[in-house]
């Protein structure tokens, strides 16, 4: 059965640490995509990935990297330049552009 | 930056009744979606309509497009205690194919 995994479900980060969020696809989609929500918000772009090995910044990149090294998976780091981590993560990914994006069901990051 | 954005912000209906809310957006777009999300989980996809089209239906779901008044509506007809979620219109513009979030309609459905 196709879909999208992220783990963990929680995670919790302490003061000056870097943690990675992973995101694994089994659908065989080009583009992936990461998001953060906040209550009440809508979905904020951190980063996205067209292609293997290539990424675009987002709207919100600052305090976070990722990588994509394979089709299947795009982790996001969340880095301890993020000064404010708490927040829900959603990854997503697409056979292309403008195509309907497939979620994950998301990382709850909190702040120990 | 926020693209859309939905009206209302909530929403609460009887079972059996019809929930509309409504998604503006500001720039000229290629497509719009809606996507549900249930509490705690991801988003899943409900439709797309394209900028040529001004209505499309899927099941209990008809959702409408005007160009020209930049502007969208989701209805669910004959609402069930499973459609409580919160609905979200994205879009992506002209130029540029990131899809924009709206902030979202929490619509309750009361048995």
């Known amino acids: 059965d196709g879909g999208i995994t992220q783990s963990p479900k929680y995670l919790f980060r302490k003061e000056g640490q870097n943690v990675t969020l992973s995101c694994e696809q089994n659908?065989?989609?080009?583009?992936m995509y990461w998001y953060r929500q906040d209550p009440g918000q809508g979905l904020r772009l951190i980063y996205y990935s067209q292609i293997v090995n290539d990424f675009q910044k987002g709207d919100i990149a600052e305090g976070y990297s990722v990588s994509r090294e394979k089709k299947e998976s795009f982790p996001l780091t969340v880095t301890s330049a993020q000064k404010n981590p708490t927040a829900f993560y959603l990854c997503a990914s697409s056979i292309g552009e403008r195509q309907p994006q497939h979620f994950g069901d998301g990382t709850r990051l909190s702040i120990l | 930056s926020q693209q859309g954005e939905e009206d209302p912000q909530a929403l609460s209906i009887q079972e059996g009744e019809n929930a509309t809310m409504n998604c503006s957006y500001k720039t000229s777009i290629n497509n719009l979606q809606w996507y549900r999300q249930n509490s705690g989980r991801g988003l899943v996809h409900l439709i797309l309509i394209r900028s040529n089209e001004r209505e499309k239906h899927s099941g209990r779901l008809r959702v409408t497009l005007d160009t020209s008044k930049k502007s969208s509506s989701l209805l669910i007809t004959a609402s069930r205690a499973a459609d409580t979620a919160s609905y979200f219109c994205?879009?992506?513009?002209?130029?540029?194919?990131?899809?924009?979030f709206g902030a979202g309609t929490t619509v309750t459905v009361r048995a």
């Open positions: 659908l065989n989609h080009d583009a």
């Open positions: 994205a879009t992506d513009v002209l130029r540029d194919y990131k899809l924009s």
